[in-house]
């Protein structure tokens, strides 16, 4: 996948090889550009913005070797003129990883052999899973933003429009380029005030799986959602896959029914999601049977490691933010820890037809909101309790006396209200009855080829006998196990 790269000989070079990037004279680092005609030169033509379109790029652009930077035009000049940037293109390079609940950004080629993209920063109204929607920050109008694809080699042209009423940055988390283009609010940039839009711009050196994220007021910006994927594929794939898929792990607390996440919860999040979507809101992993898939995991948790998990399979390791393993670092497991600010890459082959789930195994983080702070119920005999609050509160069960299952039981029959705004703790009902998982849980789901991947292709049908099942004494005795 990834090729090493000594960063020394890439910085030797660097210099030479950023000379493609022009800019003047003045050291490369993410700049402020004006409206018009700067940003038109890549195509980004003045005009009514409508709104952030996921995965929305920037049209073929003229020459633009020599990239115009200026300080950003007066926000009554641009409410004079009308002057706006518009994101209302499509790229012409297709999408090569699956990012599920979300989308990637592909760029589109200028004439001097750029690839043009183009980010807006803002607030979004997500819904982290049916009953449960906050304002959250995102780029291009989603949390988690659209994955970046580019391809080694690649002389990249990002633009970064902010419409937040605070400053931000952007951070190319792992990637090799220039100390002026890496993003830090105040150490290798200027932030990016509010309205304005800055240029990023630099050669992509390396191959693999990063991210992107705010680098500025990080805790806050964070912790309500500005991260995002970001894939840079080789130019010949020497291990092609079937079925190429981005995951960005988040964590976040979000109060029963209140409407915005708060970044400055340190612990207990309660919140855990996959590519910005809590199950029952996560989509499932659908392949085909004996396809090769890969898994890109990326965390940028405000506080916690993540053990992800798989049903069924075993996958290796095969790559770092930092790079490749070579087949000699690489072994089998079932489970890869995942830390923060860091990504995972595994490679496995689906050859187990059925329902598998995939989940994170610190226990806590498979369940949703409500799950903190109540009393432990587990043995307690809560009857005497009902009865003596049944008559001013109708319907009154005490919970969790046998364990959090009740609580999933309870709702799915409709006998446990949740605070407005908010969802249960765990899970839905699936086919052999209610899942209680919540949270950093998904399934994957093999079938026989072809499939669909795009949609869910209703629960495995298993073959006679193959399904865990209650038996009887008898039976129990015809193996020689004494059963009550």
Known sequence: MNNPINRRDWLATGAAALGGLALGSRRARALPVTWDPAAAAD?????????AVPGGVAPPAADTSDVPVATPAPAASAQRTGAVLSTQWDGDRPARVYTPDGASITGRRADDGAWVYHYTVGEVEHEFAPGLTATCWGYNGRVHGPTFEGVEGDRVRIYATN????????????VFLPSGMDGVGGLSQPVIPPGETFLYEFPLRQNGTFMYHAHHDEMTQIALGLTGMFVVHPKRDPNPVDRDIAIMLHEWYVEPGTSRPDPNVMSDFNLLTMNGKAFP???????????????????LSPMDHHPIHLHGHAWKIVATDGGPIPPAGQWPESTVLVP???????????????????HCHMTHHVMNQMGHEVPNTVGVDGQRLDRAVQPIAPGYATMGQNGMDEHGA??????????????PMVGEAGPFGYITMGGMYTNLMVRPKPVDTDRHPGWYDHPPGTVARAVTSAQAAADGVRIA
């Open 43 to 51: 195509g980004l033509a003045p005009g009514p913005l409508a709104g």
């Open 163 to 174: 419409r937040l009423a605070t400053p931000t940055t952007i951070h190319w988390h792992g």
């Open 281 to 299: 809101g996560t989509s499932p992993l659908v392949v085909g049977h004996n396809d090769r898939v890969r898994l890109r995991f990326g965390n």
């Open 340 to 358: 923060v600010g860091a990504t995972r890459t595994v490679e496995f082959v689906a050859d187990a037809l059925g329902d598998w789930a995939m």
């Open 410 to 423: 309870h709702v799915e029959m409709g006998h446990m209200p949740v605070p407005e705004n908010s969802i």
